[in-house]
């Protein structure tokens, strides 16, 4: 499995090049950022030189299209679909990500029909760049009813939904955080199929009742009561050999970049202890 | 359009054969039935020869696959389908309708995702055999409380949903009481594309407030306060030329088979005055 | 039916501007363009205006995205196609339209997979818009052995394929040069259902054996062989109330585009008489 | 991986319990068959037994529809399929194959667009029982060329058909013999995912040229020139470990079953040495 990083939990970040090189620096090797605005950034030809120059792999793009508001804004998220996933594709990340939030204040049934064929959609775009794409269920209880009405929010329900949108490459986003809030073991993660693993992210929780844990309030990998260790075990012997990044949602922290990556560092080394 | 029943409304039928040939003797040129019942009880040669000796074709056929609870019934009720189909399509009928339950017990947006996948499979073994499936949306408002969760009843929901399930040949089941109870105008048929409209059901409904309403307590055609003929106008302005079956949902009558035959065709020939 | 115009046929067009008014000024109400070159040319509000003024509708848009080649050409033109999609959209124009060349150099079967894919990929982005996709089926016997291998030019094969892209706003493009050189009948376009007829195409055919008619060599209506009338009168029957667009693909003319609108107006008097 | 066999290069099998006792003697793991037989032969509480007792499992079942001739056969077959797919299941197996052939006398385009549509309701319909459907590539040459038009052979564009199918429970029954006659390397093997390889068959080739190899003249594994041990290995690095069963087509044999079986012993001793 390969050390990856998200933008949750390293501060202030100055620029797409001095993440790529602080991530190297401390031993991670793929990011997660938006194509579109690295390539704006600095070109395509030097985004590449800078990932290939730090060994640095892009992890996962997100899908920055609005399926979950008005056919209108959906609409108008989509017309720079295309041109994302050919700039993920051509810096060499078939990776894109949505999270699923756990309520909504539209009618339940409605919203997941026009959700269904929104995604299904997306996934198509994203697949004819060879793009796969990766659906995070959210398991943090008070967002389950933040908004009027129930969603989903567990693994299998967000499987089930998988297998209507139908399209060969959707799968899931798993995250430590929405797996320990549920109350999932090891054993729910062993019976994977490989090609439902889509990407990976681990952060870490408080201590108390799972129902009490805030979205908003994770800790850094190793700094809490998640059993990482046996997370990553489980899901490399169900088949995944990709990206796991680190995402920390949490208060602003007065730390310096360098000096998180040097935290996220000491609790990747813990977490992926002996794996391969 | 044509004239067609269910046996919804006609008390006692002994035998499709009896309702063939009353439907006949009293202007009906349509009925829906079980095929694969209607097979087992007379064969198939009779069978085609009652419909054409009588002049009588099949209206519709009823989706006999249980797509509202689980994965095993789902399953256990496919297994006849293709034959279902077969036996309709043989015997000249090329279309199938099932009703959607305003709420459900399951959570809302599950269910969503488990009804799409399910009717969308139906909708394709259908169309392997040039049928098409229509949705009936339901009005009555004692019915989106009645179990747990509202699912949806609306018919611009309802051809949403059609949206996302994707195939070609999924349409509309239009009631008359469904239109009544939603408090729909003859605008919101005349803007359906013909496509859209599978089949048709006329009935009748009591005077009061449409939220008092049961779903149980129907009107024959013409005998209570919805404007069906100008209903029947709007659909045809539509683009609809097909089957109007009536289906009267109400407590058993005393009546014979007949003389609610009788009763029906008064309330056609008034709501057909004039349609072509 | 609406009398509509493509550019082909028209000689040298200054302007989509002077093209509409030229077709307002000729009694037709529709023409064929493209969304985004008229947008960039005059912007969106002048767009409007100029279309509102002169009561003329754009008829249909040419599905630009290369589908018949190579997979890298296929997603360099998927990234325009939301954009103008929803320029159509703005415009208030609901179809788009691509040919289909009898024969390729590709393996048959190979590219029917490829080709699948990637229109049923156009639809849904389409279809997000509320846009049909019309496919023309091209009858010209000498193009079915141009490349290497026969692909498809029968309606019915279109039909066909149309199923099998499964999407609900798919449909043919219609021109009469095909129905005559296949050798169609009005009866083959009565059997139609109206979802199917997305757009219309009109333009004549010299005498002679429709095996050697060059699909270079078309005529203007009424002055040649195919019965025009009796083709429209077949598409209104079987429902179609849309767009009925010129498409003269011929040796460039010295007449200039009022002289070639007069002689295209002559034509559409005869072949629409007596229709609505 | 898991020792299988398939009814092909077994001789004269008295019924499918001598089949599984005679497999289980020889340290075979599985057997393919077909499930409707199978407990027709002897009852599903009788079937499940003589598989426990003896440790075989099912490994695949033929996909018993005929989505190669007409609409009429395609429907006849489908008839049977969920009812076929509700025994697998009940017995344990979840996948079921169908060969392709490489040449068709129908028009190759339009009978690739009528089969992409029958395997996909065949995939849907499987898929409602959790059971994956493996298409077989078939590299025999003298079949390329058998029929009048060619279709397809290779394991490239029979994965760009899968995804064209867009299922998410298709992919390949990789054989040994289309490997070979293919041309193909290990390195060929090793790029697949997991996800995309169903089932597996193993025979052998006689020397020569591959162009020349007939599809039944097949070889027992190890009594040829096929490197069956590199074709597994490759298979087990790329992810597989599920059935790989003998497919010897070939002349009718003099020897008993069990003879065969022994024969065939050597060969996988031999094949699946140091494979885990």
Request: glycine share 10%.
């Amino acid at each position: 499995m390969i050390r990856g990083l998200t933008r949750a939990g390293l501060g202030t970040i100055e620029s797409n090049e001095r993440l790529i090189s602080g991530a190297a620096q401390f031993g991670f090797q793929a990011i997660d950022l938006n194509p579109l605005h690295f390539i704006r950034e600095c070109g395509m030809e030097k985004a590449k030189d800078l990932l290939d120059n730090k060994g640095v792999m892009i992890g996962s793009i997100d899908l920055d299209v609005d399926w979950r508001s008005s056919e209108e804004r959906f609409r108008e998220g989509l017309k720079a679909l295309p041109e994302a996933a050919e700039a993920a594709m051509s810096l060499g990340c078939f990776k894109c990500c949505t999270y699923i939030l756990p309520s909504t204040d539209e009618p339940a049934a409605p919203f997941m029909a026009a959700a269904t064929r929104r995604l299904k959609l997306c996934a198509d775009i994203l697949g004819a760049y060879g793009i796969r794409l990766g659906l995070e269920f959210v398991g943090s209880w008070h967002l389950r009813t933040q908004w009027a009405n129930p969603f989903l929010w567990t693994m299998d329900d967000t499987l089930d939904w998988i297998e209507t949108i139908g399209a060969h490459n959707v799968g899931l986003l798993i995250d430590s955080y929405h797996w320990h809030t549920n109350g999932m073991t090891t054993d729910d993660l062993l019976k994977l199929k490989p090609a439902y693993i889509v990407h990976v992210h681990i952060n870490d929780a408080k201590a108390g009742p799972i129902e009490n844990l805030l979205d908003g309030d994770r800790l850094y990998p190793g700094e809490g009561v998640i059993n990482l260790h046996g997370f990553l075990q489980a899901l490399q012997a169900a088949g995944y050999s990709g990206v796991v990044a680190q995402e920390v949602l949490g208060s602003p922290s007065s730390l310096s970049m360098d000096e998180l990556l040097a935290r996220s560092k000491a609790g990747f080394d813990i977490a992926f202890a002996n794996l391969q």
